[in-house]
Nanobody, 119 residues
Framework: QVQLVESGGGLVQAGGSLRLSCAAS????????MGWFRQAPGKEREYVAA????????YYADSVKGRFTISRDNAKNTVYLQMNSLKPEDTAVYYC????????????WGQGTQVTVSS
């Protein structure tokens, strides 16, 4: 129903920026809440940012608030994560996810894109 493909990851120096993209195929993202998660080696996947299907004020984890920005372009079926002032602790595989309106959990997940921040 929904396929998600992340891109934009890579190696960046501390203080730098990256913009992750999550392109969706299938149903339009306008009917889904979107989220970004990340998982570092040896750690559990953690929530990073989320946006309701209706838009509004996004939610951010405290660790990224003020540095990361989630946005979406429904016309392109794409969600973005702008990451500024990157820190080495931001190093992780980043995943985007989609949840149907009214859904209890994120049902669709991308394959992930690696973000590595060097100091």
């Amino acid at each position: 129903q929904v396929q998600l493909v992340e891109s934009g990851g890579g190696l960046v120096q501390a203080g730098g920026s990256l913009r992750l993209s999550c392109a969706a195929s299938g149903r339009t993202l306008s009917s889904h809440a979107m989220g970004w998660f990340r998982q570092a080696p040896g750690k559990e996947r953690e929530y990073v940012a989320a946006m309701r299907s209706s838009g509004g004020t996004p939610y951010y984890a405290d660790s990224v608030k003020g540095r990361f920005t989630i946005s979406r372009d429904n016309a392109k079926n794409t969600v973005y994560l702008q990451m500024n002032s990157l820190k080495p602790e931001d190093t992780a595989v980043y995943y985007c996810a989609a949840k149907i309106v009214g859904g209890a959990k994120y049902e669709y997940w991308g394959q992930g894109t690696q973000v590595t921040v060097s100091s």
